[in-house]
Antibody, heavy 123, light 111 residues
């Protein structure tokens, strides 16, 4: 079954760090462009970051630039979102998502989504 | 920060038709924005419906269609079903440093 499963969420104090994981199954993550998207409680969706299929390009929303890092472990078919200097406004459900097509043609289509993992930043 | 604006809420009768729009704060939306549309129900992850303005995913019901309407991207629901009641989000691609922006979301009520 083709799916993404996030984990690693929890309660963390402001200024601390947290690492989210997203495991892909039924496909090879290194062949696809991949995204992180978040949603604060009761709010809309916010795009967070993208990594190109070969990992050579990574881009971030201004709200997380310099604090969040997107990485990938091909051997475990897993994506990571390393979140540093966390703020109250980073409280959200974090989703990973996969582009529609494999390889160097990017469809810019977030076709496959995980179920999300909740991060709460609170003292 | 680029703002992508959608209608906050729309109401439609079962079997009716409703059109949602997605406007960019930077100007007209064109095919180069690769507009996506997503449906989200309470407590669930978003589900992709439309990509690249008017392309349906294999799982997208035929009653959903995407287009450009004037200077906006649009999602039309025809023959609305009760299960279509949900929040709908558009997503635009702004190029450059692969920047994406979600719309503000439209709550569709089927009544």
């Amino acid at each position: 079954q083709v799916q993404l499963v996030e984990s690693g969420g929890g309660v963390v104090q402001p200024g601390r760090s947290l690492r989210l994981s997203c495991v892909g199954s039924g496909f090879t993550v290194r062949r696809y462009a991949l995204h992180w998207v978040r949603q604060a409680p009761g709010k809309g969706l916010e795009w967070v970051a993208v990594m190109s299929y070969d990992g050579s390009k990574k881009y971030y929303a201004d709200s997380v630039k310099g604090r969040f890092t997107f990485s990938r472990d091909n051997s475990n078919n897993t994506l990571y979102l390393h979140m540093n200097s966390l703020r109250d406004e980073d409280t959200a459900v974090y989703y990973c998502a996969r582009d529609l097509g494999a390889g160097d043609y990017i469809f810019h289509a977030l076709a496959l989504w995980g179920q999300g993992t909740m991060v709460t930043v609170s003292s | 920060q680029t703002v992508v604006t959608q209608e906050p809420s729309l109401t439609v009768s079962p079997g009716g038709t409703v059109t949602l729009t997605c406007a960019s704060g930077t100007g007209a939306v064109t095919s180069g924005y690769y507009a996506n549309w997503f449906q989200q129900k309470p407590g669930q992850a978003p589900r992709a419906l439309i990509y690249n303005t008017n392309n349906k995913h294999s799982w997208t019901p035929a009653r959903f269609s995407g287009s450009l309407l004037g200077d906006k991207a649009a999602l039309t629901l025809s023959g609305v079903q009760p299960e279509d009641e949900a929040e709908y989000y558009c997503l635009l691609y702004y190029g450059g440093a692969l920047n994406y922006v979600f719309g503000t979301g439209t709550k569709v009520t089927v009544l």
